[in-house]
């Protein structure tokens, strides 16, 4: 199963721009990235996904290399309002079942904004 | 308003009293799934079900049941709580497809206490 490995935390000044790498080694050719927001006592939130190159939504942009063996996710311009746990997913066609999925999410990166 | 609603949003209990944990969702999504969050360890998935009547295992399965006779519904049954089961416990649901499993909506969760 693939595994996925993060920072445990980060911290940033309000204003400047976020990259979070996730790495991924074992990801199969037909999983995506995903990438999850969460605050404390609520349930994370999805933010963005990709499956090669780059992708940019109104919240973040998503790096991927050729070999997909990592992602980054971006955040440009940080405030006070972005501090929380950042995960990384990537889903898993589980050997025990034909067409079966398990999700297998990172550990989070605990990104803290300083003023 | 779409949305994962569970109940309860707290429970406090005593060791090998049978407790279930509702999970319901509005959106007609196939694939439901639930998570524990503990300190450190991050977001791990207990069981999943890709649709009606089929369930699998996730990372954490032991202790736990799960039923997926409703397509909207998806408790998450605890036999014999102990100790090690407080948590808290998050269901999600997504739709069905290669693009589309990791992009789970998730409830507000539910913190247990095992005493």
């Known amino acids: 199963l693939a595994k996925t490995t993060q920072p445990i935390s980060m911290d940033s000044y309000e204003g400047q721009e976020v990259n979070i790498t996730c790495s991924h080694n074992?990801?199969?050719?037909?999983?995506?990235i995903t990438w999850y927001q969460q605050f404390p006592s609520q349930g994370p939130r999805f933010i963005i996904q990709?499956?090669?190159t780059k992708v940019t939504n109104e919240v973040a942009s998503l790096f991927i290399p050729a070999d997909r063996k990592s992602s980054t996710l971006s955040l440009p311009r940080v405030s006070l309002s972005d501090t929380a746990v950042y995960y990384c997913?990537?889903?898993?066609?589980?050997?025990?079942?034909?067409?079966?999925?398990?999700?297998?999410f990172g550990k989070g990166t605990k990104l803290s904004v300083i003023p | 308003e779409a949305q994962v609603t569970q109940n309860p949003r707290y429970l406090i209990t005593v060791t090998g009293k049978k407790l279930t944990v509702t999970c319901s969702q509005n959106?007609?999504?196939?694939?439901m799934s639930w998570y524990r969050q503990d300190p450190g360890l991050g977001l791990r998935q207990i069981y999943y079900s890709m649709n009606v009547e089929v369930t699998d295992k996730g990372d954490v399965p032991e202790g736990y049941k799960v039923s997926r006779k409703e397509k909207r519904n998806f408790p998450l049954i605890l036999e014999s709580p102990s100790p090690n089961q407080t948590s808290l416990y998050f269901c999600?649901?997504?739709?069905?497809?290669?693009?589309?499993?990791?992009?789970?909506?998730f409830g507000p969760g539910t913190r247990l206490t095992v005493l």
């Open positions: 997913l990537v889903g898993v066609h589980a050997y025990s079942g034909a067409g079966s999925y398990q999700l297998t």
């Open positions: 990709g499956y090669k």
């Open positions: 074992n990801i199969a050719t037909n999983d995506y």
């Open positions: 999600a649901s997504s739709r069905q497809g290669a693009e589309s499993y990791n992009e789970q909506f």
């Open positions: 959106m007609n999504h196939e694939y």
